[in-house]
């Protein structure tokens, strides 16, 4: 964000200084970036609900998938894998679905394709979280998508998971991606086609 302001500082400066309209293109194509940049990094206060039978979107965006999967990195059994994909609009700040603590970290280069693609979650640079919970363990897996080149993930094992935080970002259109065990019972609590919002809207509840 600071680069882009800076950058529309020296448009300015160059505008005042050589005068015409002309001068005046760059400045406002800056500005218009950099407003944009502003409103893609916001990161706004979520309140809803919270409970240990709740897990919570950890992405705004639109639900993708519902599928049943296999997780081998950190549950190593059958998932239920909700998918939701953030477009270079939507808030990209992620947040845990869940209470607990920090259990499993990991980081996979990769490629940058199409994020809301099936394949995504195995091609694609991502960074898993895994985390030990009331309901018992969940990953939330951070995908790359076409636009993003950074994955931001904040905490490491042994940090304390709290739900509806913060617990990282990626830059530009990604996805995320939430695997419960399927014996523990976690039923949909939206389908695909919704828009959800991270910290506000149950995913999914166990029985």
């Not at 005046?24 to 800056?30: D, H, I, K, M």
Request: net charge positive; glycine share 10%; aromatic share 10%.
């Amino acid at each position: 964000m600071a680069a882009g302001w800076t950058l529309v500082a020296l448009c300015l400066w160059a505008a005042m200084r050589w005068g015409g309209w002309m001068s005046y293109v760059p400045l406002a194509g800056t500005t218009v970036v950099a407003v944009w940049l502003l409103v893609f990094f916001r990161d706004p206060r979520r309140d809803g609900p919270r409970g240990d039978r709740l897990l919570l979107a950890p992405a705004d965006g639109r639900v993708v998938s519902i599928a049943e999967s296999d997780e081998p990195e950190y549950l190593r059994t059958r998932a239920l894998r909700i998918s939701v994909f953030m477009s270079i609009f939507d808030v990209h700040v992620n947040r845990y679905p869940t209470s607990g603590s920090v259990e499993f970290y990991r980081y996979h280069p990769g490629r940058f394709g199409h994020a809301a693609a099936d394949k995504a979650s195995l091609d694609n640079e991502q960074a898993s979280l895994g985390l030990a919970g009331p309901g018992g363990p969940v990953l939330v897996r951070q995908i790359a998508g076409l636009v993003a080149r950074r994955i931001v993930t904040d905490a490491r094992p042994g940090a304390a998971a709290v739900q509806g935080e913060r617990l990282g970002l990626i830059r530009f259109g990604s996805r995320v991606d939430l695997f419960v065990p399927l014996d523990r019972h976690a039923d949909p609590q939206v389908a695909v086609g919704d828009r959800v919002h991270a910290g506000v809207t149950v995913l999914a509840r166990y029985r």
